[in-house]
């Protein structure tokens, strides 16, 4: 099924809108037999990453003013140094955005001063940023049939937007929707909700189904960037008259912080995509990627812990695991048996607290024969 997607300039979920009238009835449909591995009912959310307080509250104090300018400069450097004019190509994305906060995106796509490409190109980032927060928790929906973690996901990642997008009638409705679904999946959380046509979350399970989601940049262009990333960062420590290094510890010389890149951009340099970087560079970025990876692994626990569900850490990884690109699961050495273990567990988890209950005893019950 081909579609033509229409990418909004103002909205990171907006743009599927315009698929609603084709897709939405054929999503709810599909998404809503999806075949599910075990009866056991489970709200326990996905790990996410969301800003700090203090970066948000950092955020907040700007004026939108302030902001558009502060966009502008910033994509004015990124074009510079991809030595572009343009930050698509074709009707695809060509420059990475990810490096400009939500406000500064949200600007960007709003706004006349930038150019027609330039708020098309904001549109798809912000689709793209989109899909990404809820491809984890889709895939989680895969495995236990259950929709709740996918529709809160979807909650979490609305609310962490800006306040300018947030007044938008877009940003409204799909919240709206997403509150409604969240109401109808208390009572029966193993089948799509029926939340109208401004569900987003609908409208992302339709357009995967499709296969219209946003692709990703391809590793070459992200190991391009980081390569000229990094040549900066040397350049600008040379100028201030102190050598670049990877030494956390130094006292004389400008560490080079490899933790304040993506996780993509980590796996581009730890692969040595395109052999574009020195070992130094490689094993650095390698020790920040498996310092993510293991944030991430302890975060899942930590929140499975709290839980009641015996299935939670299994699930965190299956959600984890599905939010990575294949170059990242590859850097970070999370092979597929990894997933399968994961799916595994949780499977056998959640019969065994099925035989649980259905042998006369109950959740409570199940925990504390399993030590917890």
Aim: glycine letters at 6%.
């Amino acid at each position: 099924m081909a579609i033509s997607t229409a990418y909004s300039s103002s909205s990171s979920y907006s743009s599927y809108a315009t698929l609603a009238a084709t897709l939405v009835a054929q999503s709810t449909s599909t998404a809503s037999t999806t075949s599910t591995t075990a009866s056991t009912t489970t709200e326990q959310a996905a790990t996410s990453v969301t800003l700090s307080d203090a970066a948000l509250a950092a955020l907040a104090t700007k004026d939108f003013a302030t902001v558009l300018a502060e966009t502008r400069t910033k994509l004015t450097t990124l074009l510079k140094e991809a030595d572009r004019d343009s930050p698509l190509e074709g009707d695809e994305l060509a420059l990475d955005l990810s490096s400009l906060d939500p406000r500064e995106l949200y600007a960007m796509a709003s706004d006349d001063s930038f150019s027609n490409d330039e708020r098309a190109a904001a549109g798809i980032e912000m689709q793209r940023r989109f899909e990404q927060a809820l491809s984890g928790p889709a895939a989680l929906a895969k495995v236990t049939g259950n929709y709740t973690a996918l529709y809160k996901a979807a909650a979490d990642y609305l609310d962490g937007l800006g306040a300018e997008e947030k007044a938008g009638a877009d940003w409204i409705a799909g919240r709206a929707a997403v509150t409604e679904g969240l109401a109808q999946l208390k009572s029966d959380p193993k089948t799509l909700p029926d939340a109208g046509e401004d569900d987003p979350v609908a409208l992302y399970l339709a357009v995967v189904e499709a296969g219209e989601a946003i692709k990703q940049t391809s590793i070459t262009d992200v190991a391009s960037t980081a390569r000229k990333t990094l040549d900066s960062l040397y350049a600008e420590a040379i100028k201030n008259g102190k050598a670049p290094t990877f030494n956390k510890q130094t006292t004389v010389g400008t560490y080079i912080d490899m933790s304040a890149f993506d996780s993509r951009s980590l796996s581009a340099i730890a692969l040595n995509t395109g052999s574009k970087f020195a070992t130094e560079e490689v094993n650095a970025a390698s020790a920040a990627l498996r310092s993510k990876s293991g944030a991430a692994l302890l975060a899942g626990f930590q929140s499975a812990a709290k839980s009641s569900d015996p299935t939670a850490f299994s699930q965190n990884i299956i959600s984890i695991y599905s939010s990575m690109s294949s170059e990242e699961r590859q850097a970070a050495g999370w092979s597929d048996q990894f997933y399968q273990a994961a799916v595994a567990s949780y499977e056998t988890t959640s019969k065994l607290t099925q035989m649980f209950a259905e042998a006369g005893g109950d959740s409570t019950g199940f925990l504390s024969w399993m030590g917890k």
